[in-house]
């Protein structure tokens, strides 16, 4: 049997394979709402229709002024919910699970009103300057993680994702490219983890379901976090009770990235290995047999696909197809599905 294609459980959740849609911004709530859309709707109900086992939804803001654009998802404030939950509803009549990615860009937030950093560095020169956070504004970000996890529970979501990677506000916390305060928060590798720390402890206050934690585990550049400083978050995060690291990279400062099949998959080898945690792959997993590969020589726990399932909602057919595996259809598409 395609290890790709058994269940996994994961605090008590069972997602039915090891398929997750990779959360990606649509940039399409309209009117600067951050509200759920039609759009939205058939996007992710598709991929659920596409026997993907768990769903997740886009980088959505935990305040205003933490969205890349004025049309990213929110979850910012309580009528964020409703639209949220009926999503959460169509998901899982399809058998699948659902998660969602609790974001804040940070110095990437392309707004016109003032955007907020660890440290005023903006992140080139065509980038707006940001404004150094006091303690006071840390705090009040960490709380709404909390609110943001308060929401997501009411919405239905079966899991939740703290987004840590790309360069957006908690890894510019994390990094020391980003990060040069001079409170606790900044300087040493253990303060520059103290905001992600004190937003786990905040969203647990919330949420005691499964918890995911995206991080860049590469910086491109000999300055930033090595993979010693990777294993220390990692393995503070364990002890905090996160459930599984998604292992991204990039995004922190311009760099050139080469990508290739499969590039990101030995951080989460490293990562699973050394803080001995579950973890998940991403990055140009474009087939079956390379994602079977994966879970099968136990680099990653769940393989995340992106952009070819923007290209086909009904990849893991394709991918069940190649494993020689039986996927069940959705009952809909039975006659139509071998
Ligand atoms: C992304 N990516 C991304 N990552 C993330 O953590 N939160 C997000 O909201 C987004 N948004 C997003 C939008 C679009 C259109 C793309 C293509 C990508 C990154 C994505 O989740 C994934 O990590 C990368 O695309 C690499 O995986 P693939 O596409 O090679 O499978």
Redesign the pocket.
């Known amino acids: 049997m395609a290890k790709l294609f058994s269940p996994i459980d994961i605090k008590g959740i069972t997602l039915k394979n090891r398929i997750v849609m990779?959360?990606?911004?649509m940039y399409s709530s309209v009117d600067k709402d951050g509200l759920v859309t039609p759009f939205h709707l058939s996007h992710y109900i598709s991929r659920a229709v596409g026997q993907v086992g768990l769903i997740m939804v886009?980088?959505t803001a935990v305040q205003p002024e933490g969205r890349i654009s004025d049309q990213d998802l929110g979850i910012w404030n309580d009528k964020h919910i409703l639209g949220l939950k009926n999503l959460n509803k169509e998901i899982h009549s399809y058998g699948a699970k659902s998660a969602i990615?609790l974001?804040h860009a940070g110095r990437k937030a392309e707004l016109k009103h003032p955007i907020y950093a660890p440290t005023a560095l903006p992140f080139d020169e065509k980038s707006i300057k940001p404004v150094e956070m006091t303690v006071e504004v840390i705090k009040a970000t960490i709380e709404a993680f909390k609110h943001g996890a308060r929401r997501a529970k009411e919405a239905g979501f079966d899991m939740i994702e703290i987004?840590a990677?790309?360069g957006y506000l908690i890894n510019q916390f994390l990094s020391p490219l980003t990060n040069k305060r001079k409170d606790d928060y900044g300087g040493s590798r253990e303060n520059r983890y103290r905001f992600l720390g004190e937003v786990i402890e905040a969203v647990k206050k919330e949420w005691d379901g499964p918890l995911f934690v995206?991080i860049s585990a590469d910086e491109y550049n000999e300055q930033g976090n090595a993979e010693r400083d990777f294993i220390y978050f990692t393995t503070e995060m364990k002890a905090q009770g996160v459930d599984l690291i998604d292992c991204?990279t990039g995004g922190v400062v311009p760099a050139r990235i080469k990508p290739y099949p499969g590039y990101q998959v030995k951080h989460s080898e490293v990562i699973r290995r050394n803080s001995e945690i579950a973890t998940g792959a991403?990055?140009?997993?474009t087939n079956g047999i390379q994602a079977e590969e994966i879970v099968q020589n136990e680099r990653a726990d769940l393989v995340?696909?992106?952009?070819?399932l923007?290209r086909n909602p009904y990849w893991a057919r394709e991918a069940a197809n190649e494993l020689g595996y039986d996927l069940e259809a959705p009952k809909q598409y039975e006659r139509g599905w071998k």
């Open positions: 990779s959360p990606m911004c886009e980088a990615q974001a987004h990677a790309h995206r991204s991403v990055g140009l997993i995340f696909i992106g952009r070819a923007l």
